[in-house]
C-alpha cells in the first residue's frame, strides 16, 4: 500500500542515533535529575550502565559538571572506549559499593537488581 505523505523513520536515521543520542541525551540527563532530586551533580560518583551513544553524551554530560563517571559495559570495545575516554570501567558488582548516582544507559533490563541495590551507598 503506498502511503500519500512522505513517511521519514526519524529513530533509525544516522541524524538520530549519532547526534539526538549523544548530544541531547545528555542535556536531558541533567534536566532531569536537577528537577527531580536538587542534587548538586559536581563531586558525586556517577555509576553509569552502557557506553553507547547515549553513554557516551551522558558521561561528557556529568563529567563536564564535575561528576566522577565509573562505566560497566559487556561490550568490550564499548568499555574499552570508555577507558580511553578516561573513565574509571569495573563491573556492577564493583560499582554498586562506590556509586551515589545510577544512570541505566542502554535498552537493556534487569541491570541493577535486587542484591546491588542492598550494597548500595546511603
Aim: with cysteine; charged share 25%; proline share 2%.
Amino acid at each position: 500500500r503506498k502511503l500519500k505523505v512522505p513517511v521519514i523513520n526519524v529513530n533509525d536515521s544516522v541524524t538520530k542515533s549519532k547526534f539526538d543520542n549523544y548530544y541531547g541525551c545528555g542535556e536531558r540527563l541533567i534536566d532531569g535529575i536537577k528537577r527531580a532530586t536538587d542534587v548538586l551533580i559536581g563531586g558525586k560518583v556517577v555509576v553509569l550502565i552502557g557506553y553507547g551513544n547515549v553513554g557516551k553524551g551522558c558521561a561528557k554530560s556529568l563529567s563536564g559538571l564535575g561528576a566522577r563517571i565509573i562505566v560497566t559495559e559487556i561490550d568490550p570495545i564499548c568499555a574499552l572506549q570508555a577507558a580511553m575516554d578516561g573513565y574509571q570501567v569495573t563491573t556492577m558488582a564493583e560499582a554498586r559499593k562506590l556509586g551515589q548516582i545510577f544512570v541505566t544507559a542502554t535498552g537493556s533490563t534487569g541491570l541493577i537488581r535486587g542484591e546491588h541495590i542492598l550494597e548500595m551507598r546511603d
